[in-house]
């Protein structure tokens, strides 16, 4: 009897073994789970403390406006795009796109070296590629390391390009509803006049019967709202050049009008919410609806 339990023993073991053996096999033929390769997003938006959010490309370089771009058109040309190089994504798609950005604000331009160039709410986009020497007189233009924003604010016209601007400036000739060139101090001439916009750059007006944060214009019923449309917006975001201090938002009958040292904003209906349009400064004459300009003296 004693050898029949010996060798039930030695059986109940060798099959116990069996199984633990199949059990931990089983185990190590578990595959692991797929590692999903990281997608990159063609367009994306970053955020810095100083600029808020702004747009850069899948590595995470900054893009940029150019303020005189005023019609959607590219205005960088020869040596500037060699340290302001256009960007470019072919096919964009809705899933190459960050969150917080729609596809539908997206377009393309063809500047004057026959390179198509992306543009975000009617704005070419650029990179900033500063130039630096080797001591021998050669310049090489490197464009930024992901992260960096030193473009933005350049000679007044380079902005970050940013989803949110209720205010952009840009730098364009003045062409009044009457055919006629005029300066900057509304006489007839050519020259060019950095002034506001809204953020698709349509042209934006003061006017000058208004007084300090007071329109004088709108009427109650804004059955004249068609003619001289009040920049209707609570929102104040602005390029860093600007003092934000002085933007401020007052109410028009119910509703909300962008400020600017005091005078109310205005768009001008005859300009047919065309980018880079700004008859309106010789309607019905010269000066009486300014462009606002940085250093517009304050309402009284």
């Not at 053996?21 to 692991?32: A, L, Q, R």
């Not at 096919?91 to 500047?111: E, P, Q, R, W």
């Not at 070419?124 to 630096?132: D, I």
């Amino acid at each position: 009897m004693k050898l029949k339990q010996i060798k039930f023993a030695l059986v109940a073991l060798a099959a116990t073994t069996f199984f633990v053996s199949c059990s931990s096999d089983n185990g190590g033929d578990t595959p692991e789970p797929p590692v999903t390769p990281e997608v990159k997003m063609d367009v994306k938006l970053a955020t810095s403390p100083t600029l808020g959010s702004y747009l850069t490309d899948k590595d995470g370089r900054s893009l940029y406006f150019f303020a005189t771009d005023a019609n959607g058109q590219v205005s960088c040309t020869g040596g500037c795009e060699a340290v302001w190089p256009p960007f470019n994504v072919d096919n964009l798609t809705a899933d190459k796109l960050g969150a917080g950005l729609a596809l539908s604000d997206f377009g393309t331009v063809t500047n004057a070296s026959s390179k198509k160039q992306l543009t975000y709410k009617g704005w070419p986009l650029y990179y900033y590629a500063p130039g630096t020497g080797d001591g021998y007189g050669n310049i090489t233009n490197t464009p930024e390391a992901a992260g960096q924003t030193t473009g933005d604010g350049i000679n007044g016209t380079w902005f970050i390009a940013k989803p949110d601007y209720s205010i952009m400036i840009v730098r364009s000739q003045l062409l009044g509803h009457d055919g006629k060139n005029y300066k900057s101090d509304y006489t007839v001439g050519d020259g060019q006049t950095t002034y506001f916009t809204d953020a698709k750059g349509l042209t934006l007006y003061t006017f000058k019967n208004d007084n300090f944060k007071k329109n004088n214009y709108t009427k109650e019923d804004f059955s004249n709202n068609a003619v001289w449309p009040i920049y209707e917006t609570d929102k104040i975001v602005v390029p860093s050049l600007l003092d934000k201090t002085k933007f401020s938002v007052i109410t028009v009958f119910g509703k909300s009008q962008l400020v600017y040292n005091g005078w109310p904003l205005y768009y001008f209906g005859q300009d047919a919410n065309v980018r880079g349009a700004n008859k309106g400064i010789s309607f019905p004459a010269p000066a009486v609806w300014p462009v606002p300009v940085r250093d517009i003296p304050l309402a009284i």
